[in-house]
């Protein structure tokens, strides 16, 4: 399964951890031959066996074309840390739709990518942990490797996606949260944001949250979720349309195409300053498409990872 539209077909639809190692799954065998230490259990050298050490690891082929004994020397548990932080408010739930069985929105594909996420860690040996908020915390687990903290995750992250749960006028505080989290997380650990950064309060504010994490030495990936044709394009038909704030509720009737021009300008631009203050504060932005393949999230993650070790 690559992307969300994917998971539509897929039987086990309810079962999360099950799609996260259908996901990762297909990813790793997308790439031919990965430059990542520690994504696999893939050994980097042979050493001469010392008496009296296991024989556990010792390689006999190489033994059979050698006469020596040489012991795969594996890469080594990085024991990286990595705290999950997903945006729930409703704004997230865009495109909403009314009734549907499954969501093809934001937050689903924050959902969907995260519990990716804790499979590849897990995979990976790396400790994760999960923060769910909208105006304040609403969930939060610490980082840690066992399966019992995973299927904790996997169910909380399950019931994002469930439509019952799909709740209007949750207000967003990205501000607040982000300073709470950084106060929090008393291990540096890698700190990875999915929002769609739409928040009421000042942008200054906003930007000032993020170098808390940073100055508190916690590395920072920010995946910058929308629905880039909708969103930033704004690609709507020439006609009237209804537009109807998901957090507030209200309601404004106008041709898209009237506003078009300004619309796009004052959106791009702030997403470009977004991309400037990340980059002076050296966090990690990258954009992350709803309608585009997971794999371009994991592989942002994993290159993040390869600079960390």
């Given amino acids: 399964m690559k992307n969300i539209f994917d998971i539509e077909q897929f039987h086990q639809f309810d079962n999360l951890g099950l799609i996260a190692h259908e996901v990762v799954e297909g990813f790793i065998t997308g790439l031919h031959r990965s430059p990542f230490h520690g994504f696999s259990v893939e050994f980097a050298e042979h050493r001469l066996y010392n008496q009296g050490e296991s024989t556990k690891h010792i390689d006999w082929k190489l033994y059979a074309r050698t006469d020596k004994l040489f012991v795969k020397q594996y890469e080594e548990e990085t024991n990286l840390r990595c705290q999950l932080v997903i945006d729930t408010s409703s704004s997230m739930l865009f495109p909403y739709s009314k009734g549907s069985k499954h969501l093809h929105n934001k937050l689903a594909f924050s959902v969907y990518t995260a519990a990716a996420l804790i499979y590849l860690m897990r995979k990976q040996r790396d400790a994760v942990g999960l923060t769910l908020f909208s105006d304040e915390i609403e969930f939060q687990t610490s980082p840690r490797i066992s399966s019992v903290n995973a299927e904790i995750m996997y169910s909380k992250l399950s019931e994002l996606i469930q439509p019952e749960n799909a709740h209007l006028r949750r207000n967003t505080n990205t501000t607040q949260v982000l300073h709470q989290i950084a106060e929090n997380i008393h291990k540096r650990s890698l700190v990875i944001i999915f929002s769609d950064m739409l928040d009421s309060q000042k942008t200054e504010e906003l930007f000032s949250a993020l170098q808390h994490l940073r100055y508190n030495k916690h590395e920072v990936i920010l995946f910058h979720v929308t629905d880039h ?18 957090e507030s509720g209200q309601v404004v009737k106008f041709n898209p195409w009237e ?5 796009v300008s004052t959106v791009k631009e702030y997403f470009e300053d977004l991309k400037v203050k990340c980059g002076q504060y050296q966090i990690d932005l990258a954009e992350a498409d709803i309608n585009k393949d997971f794999k371009e999230v994991l592989f942002s993650y994993l290159v993040k990872r390869k600079k960390l070790f």
């Avoid at 038909?237 to 109807?244: A, C, D, G, Q, V």
């Avoid at 506003?259 to 619309?263: C, E, I, L, R, S």
């Fill in 229 to 246: 044709s909708l969103e930033r394009e704004f690609d709507f038909s020439n006609r009237p349309h209804k537009f109807i704030d998901l």
């Fill in 259 to 263: 506003v078009k021009q300004h619309y």
